[in-house]
Protein backbone atom coordinates (compact mmCIF):
# COMPACT_ATOMS: atom_id res chain seq x y z
CA UNK A 1 0.00 0.00 0.00
CA UNK A 2 0.82 3.46 -0.79
CA UNK A 3 1.93 6.44 1.67
CA UNK A 4 -0.77 9.08 2.08
CA UNK A 5 -0.14 11.80 0.04
CA UNK A 6 -0.74 15.29 0.49
CA UNK A 7 -3.77 16.01 -0.71
CA UNK A 8 -5.20 12.77 1.72
CA UNK A 9 -4.11 14.08 4.39
CA UNK A 10 -5.29 17.78 3.95
CA UNK A 11 -8.76 16.76 4.95
CA UNK A 12 -7.84 15.71 8.47
CA UNK A 13 -5.85 19.06 8.95
CA UNK A 14 -8.65 21.15 7.54
CA UNK A 15 -11.28 19.21 9.64
CA UNK A 16 -8.72 19.79 12.84
CA UNK A 17 -8.66 23.11 12.55
CA UNK A 18 -12.55 23.64 11.67
CA UNK A 19 -14.06 21.50 14.58
CA UNK A 20 -11.20 23.49 17.29
CA UNK A 21 -12.66 26.43 15.80
CA UNK A 22 -15.90 25.96 15.95
CA UNK A 23 -16.62 23.59 19.35
CA UNK A 24 -13.94 25.50 21.27
CA UNK A 25 -13.79 29.13 20.03
CA UNK A 26 -9.90 28.52 19.39
CA UNK A 27 -7.51 29.80 16.34
CA UNK A 28 -5.36 27.37 15.52
CA UNK A 29 -2.03 28.19 13.88
CA UNK A 30 -0.25 25.06 11.96
CA UNK A 31 3.59 24.19 13.21
CA UNK A 32 6.08 22.29 11.09
CA UNK A 33 5.61 18.96 9.85
CA UNK A 34 7.45 16.37 10.74
CA UNK A 35 8.13 12.70 9.68
CA UNK A 36 9.82 9.95 11.71
CA UNK A 37 8.99 7.93 15.15
CA UNK A 38 7.05 9.98 17.53
CA UNK A 39 7.73 9.88 21.61
CA UNK A 40 6.07 11.95 23.98
CA UNK A 41 7.29 11.20 27.93
CA UNK A 42 5.65 13.12 30.72
CA UNK A 43 1.42 12.76 31.15
CA UNK A 44 0.12 13.11 27.91
CA UNK A 45 -3.32 12.16 26.60
CA UNK A 46 -3.92 10.29 23.43
CA UNK A 47 -7.07 10.12 21.41
CA UNK A 48 -6.47 6.71 18.82
CA UNK A 49 -8.60 6.98 16.16
CA UNK A 50 -8.72 3.73 13.67
CA UNK A 51 -8.75 4.50 10.21
CA UNK A 52 -10.32 1.75 7.49
CA UNK A 53 -11.47 2.14 3.92
CA UNK A 54 -9.58 3.64 0.99
CA UNK A 55 -7.07 5.09 3.75
CA UNK A 56 -5.85 2.66 6.67
CA UNK A 57 -4.24 3.17 9.62
CA UNK A 58 -4.30 5.69 13.14
CA UNK A 59 -4.69 8.87 14.00
CA UNK A 60 -3.73 10.01 17.37
CA UNK A 61 -4.53 13.76 19.01
CA UNK A 62 -1.91 14.11 21.60
CA UNK A 63 -1.56 16.53 24.04
CA UNK A 64 -0.71 17.14 27.72
CA UNK A 65 -2.83 17.09 30.67
CA UNK A 66 -3.99 21.00 31.13
CA UNK A 67 -4.43 21.51 27.21
CA UNK A 68 -6.66 18.25 27.53
CA UNK A 69 -8.45 20.14 30.62
CA UNK A 70 -8.92 23.26 28.86
CA UNK A 71 -9.65 21.82 25.61
CA UNK A 72 -12.44 19.96 27.64
CA UNK A 73 -13.77 22.86 29.53
CA UNK A 74 -14.01 25.22 26.34
CA UNK A 75 -16.30 22.39 25.19
CA UNK A 76 -18.43 22.21 27.93
CA UNK A 77 -18.78 25.95 27.83
CA UNK A 78 -16.76 27.06 29.81
CA UNK A 79 -17.35 24.68 33.05
CA UNK A 80 -14.24 24.64 34.93
CA UNK A 81 -12.15 21.21 34.40
CA UNK A 82 -9.95 20.53 37.25
CA UNK A 83 -9.55 17.09 36.24
CA UNK A 84 -10.00 14.94 33.39
CA UNK A 85 -12.69 12.81 35.23
CA UNK A 86 -15.56 10.78 32.73
CA UNK A 87 -17.23 13.97 31.58
CA UNK A 88 -14.25 15.73 30.28
CA UNK A 89 -12.80 12.29 28.85
CA UNK A 90 -16.22 12.06 26.93
CA UNK A 91 -15.91 15.29 25.66
CA UNK A 92 -12.32 14.83 24.73
CA UNK A 93 -13.65 11.61 22.77
CA UNK A 94 -16.03 13.43 20.98
CA UNK A 95 -13.79 15.96 19.87
CA UNK A 96 -11.72 12.88 18.27
CA UNK A 97 -15.21 11.37 16.57
CA UNK A 98 -16.00 15.22 15.33
CA UNK A 99 -12.75 15.42 13.79
CA UNK A 100 -12.46 12.49 12.30
CA UNK A 101 -15.71 12.34 11.26
CA UNK A 102 -15.56 15.65 9.59
CA UNK A 103 -11.95 14.65 7.46
CA UNK A 104 -13.88 11.22 6.61
CA UNK A 105 -17.08 13.96 4.84
CA UNK A 106 -14.53 16.12 3.52
CA UNK A 107 -12.83 12.90 2.04
CA UNK A 108 -15.81 11.76 0.94
CA UNK A 109 -16.16 14.32 -1.39
CA UNK A 110 -13.29 13.51 -3.48
CA UNK A 111 -14.81 10.21 -4.29
CA UNK A 112 -12.05 8.50 -0.58
CA UNK A 113 -14.05 6.54 1.55
CA UNK A 114 -13.30 5.82 4.99
CA UNK A 115 -14.52 4.90 8.25
CA UNK A 116 -13.29 5.61 11.92
CA UNK A 117 -13.07 3.42 14.63
CA UNK A 118 -14.30 4.72 17.66
CA UNK A 119 -11.83 6.88 19.90
CA UNK A 120 -9.68 5.18 22.55
CA UNK A 121 -8.36 7.25 25.21
CA UNK A 122 -4.76 6.54 26.53
CA UNK A 123 -2.57 8.29 29.28
CA UNK A 124 1.39 8.24 29.62
CA UNK A 125 4.49 8.15 27.83
CA UNK A 126 4.39 6.42 24.48
CA UNK A 127 6.69 5.86 21.53
CA UNK A 128 4.52 5.34 18.65
CA UNK A 129 6.17 4.69 15.25
CA UNK A 130 5.02 1.61 12.53
CA UNK A 131 7.39 -0.60 10.83
CA UNK A 132 5.47 0.04 7.59
CA UNK A 133 4.98 3.09 7.62
CA UNK A 134 6.48 7.02 8.76
CA UNK A 135 4.79 8.82 11.28
CA UNK A 136 3.56 12.32 10.19
CA UNK A 137 3.80 14.64 12.87
CA UNK A 138 1.46 17.98 12.83
CA UNK A 139 1.68 20.34 15.67
CA UNK A 140 -1.63 22.62 16.47
CA UNK A 141 -0.51 25.77 18.03
CA UNK A 142 -2.95 28.13 20.17
CA UNK A 143 -2.69 30.72 23.10
CA UNK A 144 0.94 28.66 24.22
CA UNK A 145 -0.56 25.03 23.84
CA UNK A 146 -0.11 22.47 21.63
CA UNK A 147 -1.85 19.68 20.08
CA UNK A 148 0.14 17.38 18.05
CA UNK A 149 -1.95 15.41 15.20
CA UNK A 150 0.06 11.80 14.50
CA UNK A 151 -0.44 10.05 11.35
CA UNK A 152 0.35 6.34 10.61
CA UNK A 153 -1.71 6.14 7.50
CA UNK A 154 -1.18 4.40 4.04
CA UNK A 155 -3.73 4.60 1.23
CA UNK A 156 -5.11 1.45 -1.48
CA UNK A 157 -4.84 4.18 -4.21
Do not use: H
Not at 1 to 15: D, G, H, T, W
Not at 77 to 98: H, T
Amino acid sequence: MPAIKAEQLNPFLMSAKQVLQQVCQIDIQFGPISKDDFYVNGEPLFIMLGITGEITGQVCVVMETETAKDIASRMMMGMPVSELDMMAKSALSELGNMMMGNAATLLSNSNVLIDITPPTLVFGSALISSPEMSVIKVPLLYSGNEIKLCFLLKTSK
